[in-house]
């Protein structure tokens, strides 16, 4: 029994938000039924982004409908708010929000009073100040910019198809990806396989004539499934005719113009940013510990350092790793540690109200796995390694697992099924992104000064 009414605030709609908020109702059903507790659940969006299954996603091998899970659906028994907390006193345990009603009443924003927090806002996408990156990037973090993405790559073969001009076809058929990342990797190889598969049906234009870049500064990609297995992706790649920098940075990238910090210069319509992510900028407007990275310290158990009724998990907190043989090693901020870590912070929460013991979490990480493109790929999962096909099945089974809910399952496992048997879709809908561009064009509004404003299209 639950010993008072307790409100808990739930921060972030990711995998550790949602996860949580399913494992809190499921825990306290009888709770949440008598009225003895409330869950409210505040995001930006009212959908949770499977983001492994962004680049293929992009690729056009699953609907960008399938890749998100719809909160309200999932969290029956939550209050889910679509809006954003800008700041959090939680010595006075109270949240400031601003929603879409807020900012049509024009009242700036409201408070929210909770008992217990549970901070993941998750991460934001780290960038630097190179010239022409806040003008010219392209990020791929959310199901919008993987769509968005896709339609541009397919805009610039039609570009580099119609056009006469060799610069402006050069620079159409020539892709820059700056992170050696998970997202990185794995978006530019779906992405090419796609593009590859594409380009068949155009009479002008052949797998050779574009250019696919990846500019990594450290010397290795895919840190996550091990050095060896890192060196036959970028041997893999480089196969494909991709060609992988290693040591090098993007110096530059105004007039669409990729300068490489080795001198290198590509002009280009693609720049696509995937060099990391740091933690969301809500943090550092509360009045709880962070640590030197901008992340909350936490404990094994999961509450906040120094703050109780305070929870984090995920990218957003610093979680001592037990399992590890050095002290003072954290949790790697990915997903794997986010599912786990959401299921036990859930637990957590019922033994406080209940006035039971807390667990520590503890999870050795067991693997990686990195999909290349359509039926290549890479794992090393419990220190086996796996290579080309069978790693890109293991990929695809351990996400299909992973995956909420069985109706996303299905749909997924359909849309696998139906695309194995059939050829890929190659259209771009670029002017899904402007749904208004033709009509105001028609009630007579002003047509675009610049090709480049031109709100048809996705570039």
């Known amino acids: 029994m639950v010993k008072e009414r307790a409100r808990i605030l739930v921060v972030g709609g990711g995998y550790v938000g949602m996860y949580t908020a399913l494992r809190l109702q499921r825990k306290l059903k009888r709770e949440l039924?008598?009225?003895?507790?409330?869950?409210?659940?505040?995001?930006?969006?009212?959908?949770?982004?499977?983001?492994?299954?962004?680049?293929?996603?992009?690729?056009?091998?699953?609907?960008?409908?399938?890749?998100?899970?719809?909160?309200?659906?999932?969290?029956?028994?939550?209050?889910?708010?679509?809006?954003?907390?800008?700041?959090?006193?939680?010595?006075?345990?109270?949240?400031?929000?601003?929603?879409?009603?807020?900012?049509?009443?024009?009242?700036?924003?409201?408070?929210?009073?909770?008992?217990?927090?549970?901070?993941?806002?998750?991460?934001?996408?780290?960038?630097?100040?190179?010239?022409?990156?806040?003008?010219?990037?392209?990020?791929?973090?959310?199901?919008?910019?993987?769509?968005?993405?896709?339609?541009?790559?397919?805009?610039?073969?039609?570009?580099?198809?119609?056009?006469?001009?060799?610069?402006?076809?050069?620079?159409?058929?020539?892709?820059?990806?700056?992170?050696?990342?998970?997202?990185?990797?794995?978006?530019?190889?779906?992405?090419?396989?796609?593009?590859?598969?594409?380009?068949?049906?155009?009479?002008?234009?052949?797998?050779?004539?574009?250019?696919?870049?990846?500019?990594?500064?450290?010397?290795?990609?895919?840190?996550?499934?091990?050095?060896?297995?890192?060196?036959?992706?970028?041997?893999?790649?480089?196969?494909?005719?991709?060609?992988?920098?290693?040591?090098?940075?993007?110096?530059?990238?105004?007039?669409?113009?990729?300068?490489?910090?080795?001198?290198?210069?590509?002009?280009?319509?693609?720049?696509?940013?995937?060099?990391?992510?740091?933690?969301?900028?809500?943090?550092?407007?509360?009045?709880?510990?962070?640590n030197e990275r901008g992340r909350l310290r936490c404990t094994a158990e999961l509450t906040v350092e120094g703050a109780t009724h305070a929870w984090a998990a995920g990218d957003a907190a610093a979680v001592p790793d037990v399992t590890a043989g050095q002290p003072g090693t954290e949790t790697a901020p990915n997903a794997q540690h986010a599912v786990r870590q959401a299921k036990v912070l859930g637990d957590n929460i019922v033994h406080t109200l209940r006035g039971e013991p807390l667990q520590t979490y503890s999870h050795k990480y067991v693997g990686s796995v990195a999909s290349l493109g359509l039926h290549k790929g890479v794992a090393q999962v419990y220190g086996r390694k796996l290579k080309g096909y069978p790693a890109w099945f293991m990929h695809r089974v351990y996400h299909l697992s992973r995956v909420p809910t069985v109706n996303r399952k299905a749909r997924v496992l359909a849309e696998w099924t139906l695309s194995g048997l059939f050829k890929r879709e190659i259209v771009s809908l670029g002017s899904l992104e402007h749904p208004r561009a033709e009509f105001e064009l028609a009630a007579g509004g002003k047509p675009p000064l610049d090709p480049s404003d031109d709100p048809k299209g996705s570039s």
Request: net charge negative; aromatic share 6%.
């Open 33 to 290: 039924q008598r009225g003895d507790v409330e869950i409210t659940v505040v995001t930006p969006d009212p959908y949770m982004t499977y983001q492994p299954f962004l680049p293929e996603a992009a690729a056009g091998s699953i609907s960008p409908r399938h890749v998100v899970v719809p909160l309200r659906r999932v969290l029956d028994r939550c209050r889910v708010v679509v809006g954003e907390v800008t700041a959090i006193d939680h010595a006075k345990r109270t949240a400031f929000l601003t929603t879409l009603a807020t900012e049509e009443e024009g009242t700036g924003g409201e408070h929210l009073s909770y008992d217990e927090l549970v901070l993941a806002p998750g991460s934001v996408s780290r960038t630097l100040p190179i010239p022409g990156l806040a003008d010219h990037g392209i990020g791929f973090k959310t199901v919008e910019e993987a769509i968005g993405l896709r339609n541009h790559v397919i805009e610039q073969m039609d570009i580099a198809s119609s056009t006469r001009d060799p610069a402006i076809r050069d620079a159409a058929l020539t892709f820059v990806f700056v992170g050696g990342g998970y997202a990185g990797v794995e978006a530019l190889g779906e992405l090419e396989d796609m593009a590859r598969y594409t380009a068949r049906y155009y009479h002008n234009v052949r797998p050779e004539d574009m250019k696919w870049i990846l500019v990594e500064a450290s010397d290795r990609i895919l840190p996550e499934v091990g050095a060896e297995m890192g060196r036959y992706t970028v041997s893999e790649l480089r196969r494909r005719n991709i060609d992988v920098r290693l040591n090098t940075r993007l110096a530059s990238c105004t007039d669409r113009v990729a300068v490489l910090d080795d001198g290198s210069r590509f002009p280009t319509r693609t720049v696509v940013w995937t060099a990391g992510v740091k933690p969301s900028p809500l943090l550092a407007a509360t009045d709880l510990p962070l």
